[in-house]
């Protein structure tokens, strides 16, 4: 249902945008250039009355968003003149103001009403689309040439499957279904196994169902599975595909397939995912599971008994679909540096793209897989990095990370630590490997704005020594911020920097926010675990602001775009907390059931001598402990969600903590009722109450827990991430290098779950950076819990440090000063390495 202020939820450029509909007619400012839908809109500062222009289908606004993209100017102003839509001083009217169109976050859009699709098919204009459907036509035509159809019985699996190397002339099926037909639409990402069999470079044998005896045997079933799936699809069975063994692990590529072969009967929609979205907006209401190729049917069936699609072909039903109702949201956003010292950014302005070394590995696409990528990477690039497996990781990272990059995803272009040259969107086919250029051939086609051209008035110390980074919401919104034009969906030149702000804050969560809101979304509770240091408090609360904030309902101290460690974070979290949108405990050996369900907690009695009383004028009385009163409040107040943050919950014991909760917890039970033993009330835990619990690995490990209480969350694993001190030394110790190096020592002689994390390096969450600081960490900090992994061996802990700062006879830390023991710790764990 719609929102409170009754608006509606729109995608555009994938973002999401709140829409207060039209009243009829748009109200044009004097010196400004955006329509405005609001009388009452405090971007109106002119005086008298203002010139109105008819809007009577109330779609000015799309007809605005569709005349051109956001930067073009041009494109939108000559459509203004050509319909008259022009401000009291003649200017054209280019742009929506906020009260006509507001930037939202993802999660915001979803507690809206979506865009009705009457509307929508009446704004809806298909000539615009004419170019592209010509193109999907021809490459699937393309595909049909080089493949036909009555050949796919003897085809050889030579020229099907990924893997071997082909020359450009001989491009197999998948490589041309998977990276040359982008205009039908995208499968790439993911891992080959897609494609149902493809040859593996590094093993050197083909990857294939292991029910299969060999290549052939499996080549020959997928085959017949390929063609048993196409003829399914042309004789109205595509729900029969769900029973074709030999391509159900494939839905991806065999839907692709369906496109080329079989285009009177199959959509270009190839992610299951999307199919469900699709269907949900069209019908209004939740879909069922269902198998994938039964809810493709399923969506044929909707668009074929709607009317007003008739007519239409599949590929325009799926541009409308895509232009009305898009899943595809902008996802990423990476800096990428420019060369050494900037060196690329002139071609790489001129030619639209960015692009990175490390030649000696080929196109990314040639790659079943990013395993077998890595193992060519580390072949490669093995003594340039003198064997660091971390560190050939991480390189190995930032080059694969280029072919995740889809159209709408962002890059910055950056030289060092400060300086940014441009901002720009991927295009078309996003990753590409140039063999026409003389070096840097990893490239990523990106069209620039170098509005963005700025230097940080604090630098990124990582920027200056990792080339491909993600940029978190915090950074692009000092970069947006410093922008000296705005972009986004009003185009217009008069944009105020509050407004400028709201575009800012309104981009998706940062990626490693994600699987947390997801496991929520599945669950409604989650654990993030791992080593001490590894920042899961931190994390659980980054998050609770980002997401309680954001759906908040306007609550007064609130900003979900606050950024940890600043006082706007802090007064977030009082103000959630204080509303009872937000809980914090932390468990220990003596909480119980009576702390977090009920229980009978002592009280001063009104009158001595009552019954129940104890010595000294007390009395039992039975008391809602922290849960209950969550869930009381939660249940009357179901608009908004309701986040309980357990810290160390591992230190609890659950089982008698939770008692009869354990099976209120599961989300199919929400909202059941039990009686509560003590109180013999009927208990129920509403589905808009959310837990997320914290736990250190390295006092007690998850197989130690309850295995129904395992069963009920969904646990999220967070390892140290030498990341964030990328590009920061102190001195000549490179911090990243510390604690990559340390921890490969821990995982060789201890286990992965007693490493180091982070968060020790990252006081008041900036890198240290003094001597002085890094070694009181060291010595207060770090060397304490290594002595208590240890079981105070100094041998084992010589091992970890090194003996320039271990003395193992005489069983102490040798007498170093700060400096010298940063150079300690240089020597023996950055120029040694991690010894694995």
């Not at 994938?14 to 010196?31: K, M, Q, Y």
């Not at 002339?169 to 196994?193: D, H, M, Q, V």
């Not at 509005?451 to 990582?462: G, K, N, V």
């Not at 020790?760 to 900090?781: C, H, N, W, Y």
Request: charged share 25%; hydrophobic share 40%.
């Amino acid at each position: 249902m719609a929102d409170e202020q009754g608006r509606l939820a729109v995608t555009y450029e994938g973002h999401d945008f709140a829409l207060t509909p039209s009243p009829g007619e748009v109200i044009l400012p004097l010196n400004g250039r955006k329509i405005h839908h609001d009388s009452a809109c405090g971007h109106l500062t002119d005086s008298g009355d203002l010139p109105r222009f008819p809007d009577p289908d109330k779609l000015l606004w799309r007809q605005i968003l569709d005349s051109a993209p956001s930067g073009d100017t041009e494109g939108r102003t000559l459509f203004a003149r050509s319909i008259g839509l022009l401000g009291a001083a003649g200017q054209p009217m280019i742009g929506l103001c906020g009260c006509v169109l507001r930037p939202v976050s993802p999660t915001q859009a979803e507690t809206m009403r979506p865009w009705p699709l009457a509307e929508a098919i009446a704004a809806f204009d298909p000539a615009r689309h004419e170019a592209a459907l010509r193109e999907m036509e021809a490459q699937a035509r393309r595909i049909r040439e080089a493949f036909p159809w009555e050949e796919w019985p003897t085809l050889p699996l030579e020229r099907y499957a990924l893997g071997q190397g082909h020359s450009s002339a001989t491009k197999p099926y998948c490589y041309l279904a998977e990276f040359g037909s982008n205009a039908l639409g995208s499968i790439a990402g993911g891992s080959s196994r897609k494609h149902l069999i493809y040859w593996r470079e590094r093993s050197n044998s083909w990857w294939h169902d292991s029910r299969y005896s060999g290549p052939d045997e499996a080549w020959e079933n997928v085959r017949a599975g390929i063609i048993e799936a196409v003829t399914a699809a042309r004789e109205g069975r595509m729900a029969d595909i769900d029973a074709v063994d030999a391509v159900r692990s494939g839905p991806s590529l065999i839907s692709k397939t369906l496109r080329v072969y079989a285009p009177d009967a199959a959509f270009a929609v190839y992610s299951t995912g999307f199919v469900q979205h699709y269907l949900e907006r069209l019908t209004g209401e939740p879909v069922p599971k269902m198998e994938p190729f039964a809810l493709r049917a399923r969506l044929k069936d909707v668009i074929d008994a709607d009317e007003r699609f008739a007519g239409w072909s599949y590929d325009l039903v799926v541009r409308f679909l895509e232009w009305w109702a898009s899943p595809w949201r902008t996802r990423q956003i990476v800096k990428i540096a420019a060369g050494h010292d900037g060196n690329l950014w002139r071609d790489c302005r001129a030619g639209g793209y960015i692009a990175v070394g490390w030649d000696h590995v080929p196109d990314l696409r040639s790659f079943a897989d990013k395993d077998e990528f890595l193992a060519a990477f580390t072949a490669a690039y093995s003594d340039e990095y003198n064997g660091f497996k971390s560190k050939i990781s991480a390189k190995a990272n930032e080059v694969w990370k280029l072919q995740s990059l889809r159209p709408g995803d962002l890059v910055v272009a950056n030289t060092g630590a400060s300086q940014i040259h441009g901002v720009g969107r991927v295009m078309g086919d996003g990753y590409q490997w140039r063999d026409d250029l003389p070096d840097h051939r990893h490239t990523v086609c990106v069209d620039w704005d170098e509005s963005y051209a700025t230097r940080l008035d604090e630098p990124e110390r990582s920027w200056a020594t990792v080339t491909v980074k993600d940029v978190p919401i915090a950074l692009w919104n000092k970069i947006r911020g410093a922008r000296s034009t705005p972009l986004g969906p009003s185009a217009d030149t008069d944009t105020t920097p509050a407004e400028e702000a709201e575009v800012v804050a309104t981009q998706p969560l940062d990626a490693d926010l994600r699987p947390l809101a997801d496991a929520l979304e599945r669950r409604c509770q989650a654990v993030l675990f791992g080593p001490p240091g590894t920042g899961k408090t931190y994390m659980a609360l980054r998050f609770a602001v980002r997401w309680l904030g954001e759906l908040s309902g306007g609550l007064p101290g609130v900003d979900p775009y606050a950024e940890p460690g600043t006082e706007a974070f802090d007064a977030t979290l009082d103000s959630l907390t204080e509303a009872g949108r937000l809980t914090m405990v932390a468990f220990h050996p003596s909480y119980g059931y009576e702390d977090f369900v009920e229980g009978f907690r002592p009280v001063r009695s009104a009158a001595a001598g009552k019954t129940g009383t104890t010595g000294g004028g007390l009395s039992l009385d039975l008391t809602a402990g922290v849960f209950k009163r969550v869930c009381e409040a939660a249940a009357a107040d179901p608009t908004h969600p309701y986040l309980v943050v357990i810290d160390e919950l591992n230190r609890g014991h659950l089982p008698k903590i939770l008692g009869e909760l354990v099976t209120l917890l599961e989300k199919d039970k929400r909202g059941r009722a039990i009686t509560l033993p003590l109180s013999q009330e009927l208990f129920r835990i509403p589905p808009n109450v959310y837990l997320i619990g914290t736990m250190n690995t390295a006092d007690r490990s998850i197989r130690t827990l309850d295995a129904a209480i395992r069963r009920r969350f969904v646990f999220l694993e967070l390892l140290p991430d030498s990341g964030p001190l990328q590009g920061c030394h102190v001195e000549e110790l490179h911090l990243a290098d510390l604690l990559d190096a340390l921890n490969q020592r821990i995982r060789t002689l201890l286990d992965r779950e007693k490493q180091i994390g982070h968060a020790f390096f990252l006081p008041d969450g900036a890198p240290v950076d003094s001597a002085a600081e890094l070694a009181g960490i060291v010595r207060g900090e770090i060397l304490p819990l290594l002595q208590d992994y240890a079981y105070d061996d100094y041998t084992l802990l010589a091992a970890f440090l090194g003996e320039d700062l271990v003395d193992s006879e005489t069983h102490t830390l040798k007498d170093l000063t700060d400096e010298g023991l940063v150079t300690a710790l240089y020597t023996e764990l950055q120029v040694k390495g991690g010894g694995e």
